[in-house]
Every structure is written in structure tokens, then in C-alpha cells.
């Protein structure tokens, strides 16, 4: 850690049951697009910043909370002065757990509904702020119980979320780019027909962009090429026709839209960590 950036609290692990994170920063930084397998909730205690979000962009200033979907693509980048300070947390299906008396499946559909953000009023914004206030203090201090303090609050949050409206910013307010919306546009698209071939001179000619530009500018704003943005979907549906279904592995590999075999394979594993074949033994559904 550097006097840039200073960590307050720091508890758990993204992709396990539960993460808490603070931090404050003061230089340049961008989170790498990227997508897990868990529930993500972001609150921006001071500053602004730029949050692409599978499909749209965002711009969040302080006292907005957004929720982010299990395995959406996400990425925040700078917007205006880089210094910011903002809580990041993450939790599974297993840590509310749906033997938990106190679970309901309302609880999770904010992270489902659009826009992903939402701009708190003064009152709404305090009342976060406590609840997040005394999950930092249970995460920092890790006293007996403090896991089951952690569920209970969450609970809270999330049963007090799923009472908002969501309240749009201000559009002249709004400082993003008519090519962050074409962008958005572009993503649409791709996810909406990610198994086709989508050459990038017909793409860019669709919406009117060159080639080269559109390039540059998907790169920028996703964090992605184009191509490794269309692999990506591909993995995912795979992913979950693995997991979901007894389809042959190489059937599954057609369908989403790869047309060699080992390259499936080579893409699979380096987006996953895993084999098609290891991810279907350790993710099968009954």
C-alpha cells in the first residue's frame, strides 16, 4: 500500500462468501474489467467516477450506491480528480443462505432491476452510512459473532435498497459522452448476438463508427477488444451449459459460437482457470 491509496478496512475475499473493503485514494486508478461469481455493492463516500456496468456507463458521485449482478462486467475509471473514497462489498448466495430465517428472494432484486445506480437523498444517504459505519467496525474488530452481525446488517441494507426508487442523475449533470451511449449500444449488440461472426467492418459500418475508432473506443471505455469481449460472452453461456445441462462438451462449444474445438478449449481455461471438463465436474447442478 502506498501514501496514495490507504486501506481503512479490508475483510474477506471477492470471490468468497463475503468482502468488505474501504479505501481512500488520491492518485489515478482503474479497476481492470472484470466479473465474479458473487453479489457486489458499491458506495462512493466522496468524489466521482465513471462505472461501466455490462452494458451502460455510469457516472457516480458521492452518495450514490450502486449494485452490480453476479457475473456482469464491471469496470470504474476516473472521472474529474481522482481522489475518491469508497466501500466495495461482496457476498455469495451461501452467506445470506437460503436456510437463513431471515433470507427472502426480494432481498437480491435490485442487483436484476435497471439502472444499477442509485442517487441517495441526504436522509437515505445517512441511514447507509451507519449501516456500513458498523459493518466496517464488525469487519475491523472480528468479535465473537461478528459473522452473524455482518448477515443481519446486510439484511438491513439490502431490505432498505429494495425500498428505493431509483432517482436518474440529473442530466445536466451528466458528464458522459454520446460515444460512452454508442458504446453501450455496441455492447448490446454483442451480447445480444455473441455466437455470431460480427466482423469489425460490418460492426463499426452498423453504427457508424470507423473501424478504427470503434476499436479504440470499446477498448477505452470497457476495458475490453472487441474480441475478447465476444470470447467472454461465449464463456459464459458455456459456462452455465456446463454447469446446466448434459450436453456434449464439443456441442456446447459450437453453440456458443466457437468454431474450433481447442480454441474453446484454450479461451475456456484461460478465462476460468479451469477445463471444460474440470469446471462441468466441480460446478454440475443436480
Same mark, same amino acid.
Given at each position: 500500500? *502506498? ?42 463516500? /466522496? ?11 455510469? *457516472? ?20 474529474? *480528480? ?5 466501500? $466495495?462489498? &461482496? ?12 433470507? =427472502?428472494?426480494?432481498?437480491? =432484486?435490485? #442487483? $436484476? ?20 459505519? =458498523? ?10 459473532? #461478528?459473522?452473524?452481525?455482518? =448477515? ?7 431490505? #432498505? ?9 440529473? /442530466? /445536466? ?5 454520446? +460515444? ?5 449500444? $455496441?455492447?448490446?449488440?454483442? &451480447? ?42 461465449? +464463456? ?16 456446447? /462449444?459450437?453453440? +456458443? ?7 474453446? &478449449? ?21
Amino acid at each position: 500500500m *502506498s501514501a496514495k491509496e490507504q486501506i481503512i478496512v479490508e475483510y474477506g475475499h471477492e470471490e468468497r462468501e463475503f468482502y468488505f473493503s474501504q479505501v481512500q485514494r488520491t492518485a489515478p486508478f482503474e479497476r481492470n474489467n472484470h466479473y465474479h461469481g458473487t453479489y457486489e455493492i458499491y458506495y462512493l463516500l /466522496a468524489g466521482r467516477r465513471y462505472y461501466f456496468i455490462k452494458d451502460a456507463s455510469y *457516472s457516480v458521485a458521492a452518495g450514490d450506491l450502486v449494485f452490480i449482478n453476479k457475473y456482469d462486467v464491471h469496470k470504474t475509471s476516473v472521472l474529474g *480528480s481522482p481522489q475518491h473514497e469508497r466501500i $466495495v462489498m &461482496n457476498f455469495s448466495d451461501d452467506f445470506l443462505g437460503r436456510d437463513h430465517p431471515l433470507f =427472502r428472494p426480494e432481498l437480491l =432484486r435490485m #442487483f $436484476v432491476r435497471e439502472p444499477h445506480q442509485f442517487r441517495l437523498k441526504p436522509q437515505e444517504q445517512w441511514h447507509v452510512e451507519r449501516l456500513l459505519r =458498523r459493518m466496517a467496525e464488525e469487519a475491523g474488530r472480528q468479535e465473537e459473532g #461478528f459473522e452473524l452481525a455482518l =448477515r443481519l446488517l446486510l439484511t438491513e441494507l439490502l431490505l #432498505f435498497a429494495g425500498r428505493l426508487k431509483a432517482e436518474p442523475a440529473d /442530466a /445536466a449533470e451528466d458528464p458522459l459522452s454520446p +460515444v460512452h451511449r454508442k458504446i453501450g449500444q $455496441v455492447v448490446k449488440h454483442l &451480447n445480444a448476438h455473441f455466437s455470431q461472426k460480427l466482423p469489425l467492418p460490418e460492426l463499426s459500418a452498423d453504427f457508424g463508427l470507423s473501424p478504427a475508432y470503434l476499436s479504440r473506443m470499446f477498448k477505452k471505455i470497457t476495458g475490453f477488444t472487441i474480441v475478447g469481449y465476444q470470447h467472454l460472452m461465449r +464463456v459464459r453461456e458455456a459456462q452455465s451449459l456446463l454447469a446446466g445441462t448434459d450436453a456434449k462438451i464439443a456441442d456446447i /462449444a459450437v453453440a +456458443v459460437g466457437f468454431e474450433q474445438f481447442a480454441h474453446f &478449449n484454450r479461451t475456456f481455461k484461460k478465462l476460468t482457470g479451469a477445463s471444460p471438463t474440470r469446471y462441468r465436474k466441480l460446478n454440475r447442478r443436480p
